[in-house]
């Protein structure tokens, strides 16, 4: 439906060759180092790809479609909530460099991180027996109620405290770590169409109520 269109919302212009040379940089590489830069899939919101060192070292490229929003809002988000939860404990993939704005050699946001190879617990869940099913859940609650028990001081998304600073007129909750905030909530529902263009309110909020962490 609508074909056109829907490539056109995916359609990116970006320098590729200077992605590449900031990939490379972003771990200590030169662009020389690497052998290959292929496409690694296509999904809702980005663009991947796959870039492998000819030592075997990989690593991962991701940039927005055009039609990803709110863009800079989103990008440092994200990168944030994945420094924040991996500082805490969490299995998150590590986060190499990013850029939450087009304002680079590349021309295009971007996050470079870290490509880790497995098997997707969806290609083997229907072969696993009783034991072995009970041991993954019980593991992804765990890790759930490790991020369930992380207080936080207000309603919103996750950033850095100097990317929140380039956008003006945002407002931000410090959280215990200083490098680290709460802003405006980057839900797509709260900016998809037109939506992007009303000046209301997305946050930091003040919690209506407080939760309890629960012991599993």
């Given amino acids: 439906v609508n074909n056109d269109l829907r490539l056109a ?3 990116r212009d970006f320098n ?6 900031l990939a490379a940089q ?4 030169s662009p020389q180092d690497i052998d290959t830069f292929v496409k690694l899939a296509e999904g809702g919101f980005n663009r991947t790809f796959l870039i492998t060192m000819r030592d075997g070292f990989e690593m991962v490229a991701r940039i927005p479609y055009p039609v990803t929003v709110p863009k800079f809002y989103a990008f440092a988000s994200e990168v944030a909530t ?4 991996r500082a805490s404990g969490l299995p998150v993939p590590e986060v190499y460099d990013y ?3 087009p304002d680079n050699a ?8 870290e490509f880790i190879r497995g098997t997707k617990l969806s290609d083997i869940l229907l072969d696993l027996q009783k ?3 009970d041991s993954v859940l019980r593991q992804l609650v765990q890790l759930e109620s490790r991020m369930m028990s992380i207080p936080f001081p207000a309603g919103g998304s996750i950033y850095y405290t100097e990317d929140l600073k380039k956008m003006a007129g945002s407002t931000s909750t410090p959280l215990d770590n200083d490098a680290f905030c709460i802003g405006p909530d980057v839900r797509l529902h709260m900016w998809y169409g ?7 309110n997305r946050g930091p909020c003040a919690p209506l109520f407080a939760f309890r962490s629960l012991d599993y």
């Fill in 9 to 11: 919302e995916r359609k």
């Fill in 16 to 21: 590729v060759g200077e992605l590449r040379r």
């Fill in 26 to 29: 972003s771990v200590s590489r």
């Fill in 82 to 85: 994945m420094r924040f939860l």
């Fill in 99 to 101: 850029s939450p704005s």
């Fill in 106 to 113: 590349a021309r295009t946001e971007y996050i470079f991180m």
């Fill in 131 to 133: 034991p072995d099913i």
């Fill in 194 to 200: 037109r939506r992007s263009q009303l000046h209301v």
